[in-house]
C-alpha cells in the first residue's frame, strides 16, 4: 500500500506537537513574565498619555498548529523524512510573543527606548516593509523564567497593528497572495494611508487651541 | 506578470504547498522560485521540455527523493 504523503510527515509533526506541550509551561511563564515587565516599564509612558493618544499592551501564545506550519518554511512546506531530528520549535523565537500597540507613532521611540534599557542583550530584527522599518522587534530570554524559549516583543503602531490583525485573518491560508506585486501595492497605499492620517492628527493636535469658554456668549 | 504568466499557460495555485503546478505538463514551481526568477527565464521554464515521466520541480534549493514523492502524491 501506499503511503499518503501526510503519513510519510507524520512522525515528524507529532515529534513537534509533543515537542510543543512539552515546552507550554516555559512558554507560558516567558508570556506572563515579559508582559508584566513591559507593562511596568511601560507604566510612567501611560499615565502621562494626552486625551488623543493611546498604549495597548497585548500578549499571546503562538498556537501549536500555527508554530508546526511555521516551520514547516521549507519550499514545498513539507518536513522531510529524510532528516526527522532537523526540526524543533525552539527554532522559532515568537513561540511567546508581546506586541506594544501605540498611538501615535511619535510616542513609539519613547516606548521602544524605555524597552530596550531594560532588554539590552535581546536581538533586533525590525519588521520590515521593503527599507522602511515599521515596528522595531526584539527576542531574546527572560533568564529568570527559562532558559529554552525565547520571548519576542514588537511595538506597533496602532493602526497597522490593527490593520495586520485583519490582514492576518483575511491571507492567513494564501500566502501566494499575500506576497503577490498586486496585494504589496495595496498594502504599500493602507501603510501610505495610515502614516498620512496619523500625520494629520498629529498636526492638528499641535495647532488647534480650544476656543474660549465664554465664546458662544461673545458677539 | 509572473502570475499572469503562469495562468496563461494552465498553472494553478496549492495553497497548502505554496506551488503552482501544471498536471499535464507535469512541472511545478515553488513560490520561492517565482519570486527570485525573472519574467522571461519563468517562460523558458514553462517551454522547456521534459525529461521522462516524472515530474520537474523547479525549487530554488533541490527537494529530496523523498520530498519529490510526497509532493507528486499530493499533485497528482
Redesign the interface.
Known amino acids: 500500500m501506499k503511503l499518503d504523503s501526510l503519513d510519510n510527515e507524520r512522525p515528524i509533526v507529532n515529534l513537534l506537537r509533543e515537542e510543543y506541550f512539552d515546552l507550554l509551561p516555559d512558554i507560558r511563564r516567558v508570556v506572563w513574565q515579559l508582559e508584566t515587565e513591559i507593562r511596568y516599564l511601560t507604566l510612567p509612558i501611560l499615565h502621562s498619555l494626552k486625551r488623543h493618544e493611546q498604549l495597548v499592551v497585548k500578549s499571546r501564545i503562538k498556537e501549536c498548529e500555527s508554530a508546526v506550519k511555521t516551520l514547516r518554511k521549507q519550499e514545498g512546506r513539507f518536513f522531510d523524512p529524510e532528516k526527522p531530528g532537523g526540526y524543533s520549535l525552539l527554532d522559532l523565537p515568537d513561540l511567546a510573543g508581546v506586541r506594544v500597540l501605540v498611538f501615535p507613532n511619535s510616542k513609539l521611540v519613547e516606548v521602544d527606548n524605555a524597552l530596550h534599557e531594560h532588554f539590552r542583550e535581546w536581538t533586533y530584527k525590525p519588521v520590515k516593509d521593503g527599507n522602511t522599518v515599521l515596528a522595531p522587534k526584539y527576542y531574546g530570554f527572560c533568564d529568570e523564567v527559562s532558559s529554552k524559549v525565547r520571548g519576542e516583543y514588537q511595538i506597533v503602531p496602532m493602526l497597522i497593528g490593527l490593520f495586520w490583525d485583519v490582514e492576518h485573518s483575511a491571507m492567513y491560508k494564501s500566502r501566494g497572495a499575500a506576497n503577490s506585486g498586486e496585494m504589496k501595492k495595496y498594502r504599500a497605499d493602507v501603510y501610505d494611508a495610515l502614516f498620512r492620517f496619523e500625520e494629520g492628527i498629529e498636526t492638528f493636535e499641535q495647532t488647534y487651541t480650544e476656543p474660549p469658554s465664554n465664546a458662544s456668549t461673545q458677539v | 506578470?509572473?502570475?499572469d504568466i503562469l495562468k496563461e499557460a494552465e498553472y494553478w495555485?496549492n495553497?497548502?504547498?505554496?506551488?503552482f503546478y501544471n498536471r499535464k505538463a507535469k512541472k511545478a514551481f515553488?513560490?520561492?522560485?517565482v519570486?527570485d526568477h525573472r519574467e522571461e527565464e519563468l517562460r523558458e521554464h514553462i517551454q522547456e521540455p521534459i525529461d521522462g515521466n516524472g515530474w520537474k520541480?523547479y525549487?530554488?534549493?533541490t527537494?529530496?527523493?523523498?520530498?519529490k514523492?510526497?509532493?507528486e502524491?499530493?499533485l497528482g
Open positions: 506578470m509572473k502570475k495555485y495553497f497548502d504547498r505554496d506551488i515553488s513560490l520561492e522560485f519570486d520541480f525549487f530554488n534549493v527537494p529530496s527523493e523523498s520530498v514523492q510526497m509532493l502524491q499530493v
